[in-house]
């Protein structure tokens, strides 16, 4: 069975402070996506960041960097030098790339990550 | 481009009334997906569309709940009879998936279903 764990609760800094969100995953599965979502205090669901099973590079994207790691299951979200605007839920997210759920997302439970000035 | 449109965006209603939800996928978009999200349960499947045919409903939680896609632009959740248990906000999202390509998937805004 798939299923996304998101140890951290919640998470609490202060702007310019880096934090790093943590996900693991378990899946049968050899081919599949993982992803990450931002969910701010307005409620809706942005998309940050999709990875495919086969490509374990590292991303960056501005102040926001992805570390995956299949020998250890995990797909870790860093936020270098945070800022209040990034306060929010962060979801972890693991899908079949193949089957019939093939695209349905298994979400975590979320992080809620609360950045004081 | 527009993205994916939900109304209402906030519904209240008392129990024992009918609810429908509404969803406008992304043009283009081939596989639709609704999913409810609480604190207890946090964000969960409820039904998956791909070319308009239900493909997995198992997360339907009852007989109360319905979902339609009649056409590639439209699709609905219906709750009939609704209960306090079901408040909760509800998401659409979608996707292009065909053959071994899985897209990544665009949410609605979510409708702020209150059931009193």
């Known amino acids: 069975a798939q299923k996304v764990t998101q140890a951290q609760t919640e998470i609490s800094v202060v702007e310019k402070e880096d934090v790093t969100l943590d996900c693991v995953y378990e899946t049968r599965d050899t081919t599949y996506y993982l992803f990450w979502y931002k969910q701010p205090p307005s409620g809706e669901l942005v998309f940050l960041i999709r990875?495919?099973?086969?490509?374990?590079q590292n991303e960056i994207s501005g102040r926001y960097s992805w570390n995956f790691q299949k020998s250890t299951s995990s797909f870790n979200f860093t936020i270098t030098a945070s800022q209040v605007v990034d306060s929010a839920v962060y979801f972890c997210a693991l899908s079949e790339a193949r089957g019939g759920s093939q695209g349905n997302l298994i979400f975590g439970k979320g992080t809620k990550l609360s950045v004081k000035p | 481009d527009a993205g994916v449109i939900q109304s209402p965006r906030h519904e209240v209603t008392e129990m024992g009334q009918e609810v429908t939800l509404r969803c406008k996928p992304i043009s283009g978009h081939n596989s639709l997906f609704w999913y409810r999200q609480t604190m207890m349960r946090g964000l969960e499947l409820l039904i998956y569309f791909n070319n308009n045919v239900p493909i997995d409903d198992s997360g339907m939680p009852e007989d109360r709940f319905s979902a339609k896609m009649p056409n590639a632009s439209f699709s609905t959740l219906k709750i009939q009879p609704s209960e306090p248990r079901d408040s909760a906000v509800y998401f659409c999202?979608?996707?292009?998936?065909?053959?071994?390509?899985?897209?990544?998937?665009?949410f609605g805004p979510g409708t702020r279903l209150t059931v009193l």
């Open positions: 990875r495919n099973s086969f490509d374990e």
């Open positions: 999202a979608s996707s292009f998936i065909a053959g071994e390509r899985t897209d990544t998937q665009y």
